[in-house]
Structure formats: structure tokens, C-alpha cells
Nanobody
Framework: QVQLVESGGGLVQAGGSLRLSCAAS????????IGWYRQAPGKQRELVAT???????NYADPVKGRFTISRDNAKNLVYLQMNSLKPEDTAVYYC?????????WGQGTQVTVSS
């Protein structure tokens, strides 16, 4: 079955960097778009970035120029490099894939940015 496992979260000071990873299995990885989303306390889950199977990238405005999404199709991994982190980036970060018209989510990884 489809599985997504995020890792790499943690506590970092404002201005710092983190790299999140999402390990995927259960589908033909290279053919599907993968997304990173985040959910802060008391807020709705929001899109952060997406990457297509061919490597086309899209970013939400709040993270443009600071975050970079990438993928390694040979390893079934998607990364989110986060630089110049701000306290408002604090959230649980999830990776997501739509497979056979159904969304799948990982368990999430907590990112906390202190001021």
C-alpha cells in the first residue's frame, strides 16, 4: 500500500535551515506529483510546494526564495530544503501524493522555529 514517511524536523533558531525528507513506497514514484504541506496550530493545512514527476516545481508565496523542493526518483525520496526560517514557519510538515484519485499523507514532522 501507499506509504509516506517524513523525517528531518526539529527545533531551529530563526534564520536557520532544515532539510525534510519524505520516503515513499507503494506506487510508481517517478510518475506522480508530490507535495509538501504544513499545518500550524489553530490553522488549516496549507500547501508549501509541489514537484512533478519530471521535476517541475511550484511554491507558495510565503516560502518562495527560501524553500527548495527536490526529488530523487532512484531512491523514492522527496526533500524540502528550508533556509532563512522564520517563526511563522513553525508547523507540522506533511508530504502528500494523490494515487488513484485518493490523497495519501504521511504522519508529519514537527518544525519549530524560535525567535
Amino acid at each position: 500500500q501507499v506509504q509516506l514517511v517524513e523525517s528531518g524536523g526539529g527545533l531551529v533558531q530563526a534564520g536557520g535551515s532544515l532539510r525534510l525528507s519524505c520516503a515513499a513506497s507503494g506506487f510508481i514514484f517517478s510518475t506522480l506529483d508530490i507535495g509538501w504541506y504544513r499545518q500550524a496550530p489553530g490553522k488549516q493545512r496549507e500547501l508549501v510546494a509541489t514537484i512533478s514527476g519530471g521535476g517541475n516545481r511550484n511554491y507558495a508565496d510565503p516560502v518562495k526564495g527560501r524553500f527548495t523542493i527536490s526529488r530523487d526518483n532512484a531512491k523514492n525520496l522527496v526533500y524540502l530544503q528550508m533556509n532563512s526560517l522564520k517563526p511563522e514557519d513553525t508547523a507540522v510538515y506533511y508530504c502528500n501524493v494523490y494515487f488513484r484519485s485518493r490523497p495519501y499523507w504521511g504522519q508529519g514532522t514537527q518544525v519549530t522555529v524560535s525567535s
